[in-house]
C-alpha cells in the first residue's frame, strides 16, 4: 500500500512570491491535515480536511489555505511569502481508527 | 486548549542504558495519545496509540504506558538506531490533533 506522497519535497522562493504544495494520502483514507515544522516551534497545526470540507483550522493567517479534491488529494498555497515561512510542511492522512501517516514532508525555503 | 509538554528536550544514552521519555498534557475528552518517532529531513513515523489510563504497547525495545495525566515512552537497552526524535501527540475534542516539541534522543556506541 504506497503511503502519503508530498510533491515538490524541496523548493526554493523569494518574499513576496507564492507557493503551491500538493500530497496524495494513503488509498482510502478520506481526511488530510497539513502541519508546520519548525525548530523551535515543533508541528504546528495548519488545516484538515476531510471529504473536501475543511473540518479544522489552527491559527494561522489567511494568506495559508488549502483545499481537497475529490478524489481526497489536497493542496495547500502560501501568499505573499515572507522569511518566517521557510518550514518543512507536512501532510498526513488519517486511517479510520484515527492515526495519522505522514509523508516526507516538502522543505521551503524563503529567501 | 489542548497541551501536550514532553521532557527532556534532549537525552543523550549510552548504548544498553535504559530510560524514559515523558509527555504530559491536559485535555478535555482523549480521543488517543500517539507516539511518532522522527528522524532528521522525514515527516514521523507512527509507532503506538493508546486510549485510555492504564493502556500499555510494546513494539520491540520501546513500550509506551499512559495514565490520566502523562504517559511515558520507555526505551530498554537502547542501540545506536534507536537515535531519533520522539514526538507525542494526542486527539482531542474537534479531532484536532496537538504535538509536543518532542524529545531529541541520541544513543552513543
Known amino acids: 500500500k504506497a503511503g502519503v506522497t508530498q510533491t515538490p519535497r524541496y523548493l526554493i522562493k523569494t518574499r513576496g512570491q507564492q507557493v503551491t504544495l500538493s500530497c496524495s494520502p494513503i488509498s482510502g483514507h478520506r481526511s488530510v491535515s497539513w502541519y508546520q515544522q519548525t525548530p523551535g516551534q515543533g508541528l504546528q497545526f495548519l488545516f484538515e480536511y476531510f471529504s473536501e470540507t475543511q473540518r479544522n483550522k489552527g491559527n494561522f493567517p489567511g494568506r495559508f489555505s488549502g483545499r481537497q479534491f475529490s478524489n481526497s488529494r489536497s493542496e495547500m498555497n502560501v501568499s505573499t511569502l515572507e522569511l518566517g515561512d521557510s518550514a518543512l510542511y507536512l501532510c498526513?492522512?488519517?486511517?479510520?481508527?484515527?492515526?495519522?501517516?505522514f509523508g516526507e514532508g516538502s522543505r521551503l525555503t524563503v529567501l | 486548549e489542548d497541551q501536550v509538554t514532553q521532557s527532556p528536550e534532549a537525552l543523550r544514552l549510552q548504548e544498553g542504558e535504559s530510560s524514559s521519555l515523558n509527555c504530559s498534557y491536559t485535555v478535555s475528552g482523549l480521543r488517543g495519545l500517539f507516539w511518532y518517532r522522527q528522524d532528521p529531513g522525514k515527516g514521523p513515523e507512527f509507532l503506538f496509540t493508546l486510549y485510555s489510563a492504564g493502556e500499555e504497547k510494546e513494539k520491540e525495545r520501546l513500550k509506551a504506558t499512559l495514565t490520566k495525566k502523562e504517559s511515558f515512552l520507555h526505551i530498554t537497552a537502547p542501540k545506536p538506531e534507536d537515535s531519533a526524535t520522539y514526538l507525542c501527540a494526542l486527539r482531542g475534542g474537534y479531532q484536532k490533533v496537538t504535538f509536543g516539541i518532542g524529545t531529541k534522543l541520541q544513543v552513543i556506541p
Open positions: 498526513a492522512s488519517r486511517s479510520d481508527t484515527g492515526e495519522l501517516f
